[in-house]
């Protein structure tokens, strides 16, 4: 598919054919394109949990109880689910992690570049942790920023995904640990194969939205 027909095609999947599984060589792009997002200053301040056994479906499922049981079937069903987790603050710790790593991996050609690298990490996190205040809301949209490239990358391989907001982030934070971490669950995308009778495919209703002259200025 060409980038329109990804675009016309891909849409929030809402029932999953529970008989095709993704293969493991695709999971494998799935879990690249996780990586290699962009975010700001490359803080990369996200982890993601990849469930892909019913047993770990079923423990993110643990997120759809109550108010959220909608949500149910479109992971249990799916043929793999990744909660998108958010770090809740950074240090002078991490940002070295961070510039080792870029290094080890031949960014820098020299120490005042590797320098120069950690000083603006550490210059854009102080503005949001000091002067803006939204040091976690910041790192947030980073991960938000995954997101979107993440089920345009899916939908380029083919594979159907269901992004949702409608899961209990503090049971999958007590579930899986992550506040002892220095993580928060932010989003689960359930990903699969679009079943024949669901409603909202694209393959029956066609994409909407508002037109490119309400939405585009060009200058």
């Known amino acids: 598919m060409n980038l329109q027909d990804t675009l016309n095609w891909r849409y929030a999947t809402k029932e999953f054919d529970t008989s095709k599984k993704i293969s493991g060589e695709d999971m494998a792009q799935v879990k690249n394109l996780l990586r290699m997002s962009p975010s700001s200053v490359n803080l990369q301040p996200w982890h993601f949990i990849v469930a892909e056994s019913t047993e770990g479906k079923a423990r993110m499922a643990k997120g759809t109880q109550g108010f959220f049981h909608f949500n149910e079937p479109k992971i249990t069903n799916a043929s793999a689910v990744v909660l998108f987790c958010s770090k809740v603050d950074v240090d002078e710790d991490y940002y070295k992690h961070i510039a080792d790593i870029d290094d080890k991996n031949g960014r820098f050609p020299n120490e005042d570049i590797k320098n120069g690298f950690l000083g603006a990490v550490k210059a854009f996190a102080d503005i949001h942790k000091f002067d803006l205040k939204d040091l976690q809301h910041w790192m947030e949209k980073q991960v938000y920023l995954n997101i979107g490239s993440f089920l345009l990358g899916v939908a380029s391989l083919g594979i159907d995904a269901t992004p949702m907001e409608g899961i209990d982030v503090k049971a999958l934070d007590e579930e899986f640990g992550l ?37 585009i200025t060009v200058i």
């Open 179 to 215: 506040r002892a971490k220095g993580f928060t669950s932010l989003v689960a995308v359930s990903l699969g194969y679009r079943a024949a009778s669901d409603f909202n495919s694209t393959d029956k209703t066609p994409k909407s939205r508002l037109a490119e002259s309400e939405i």
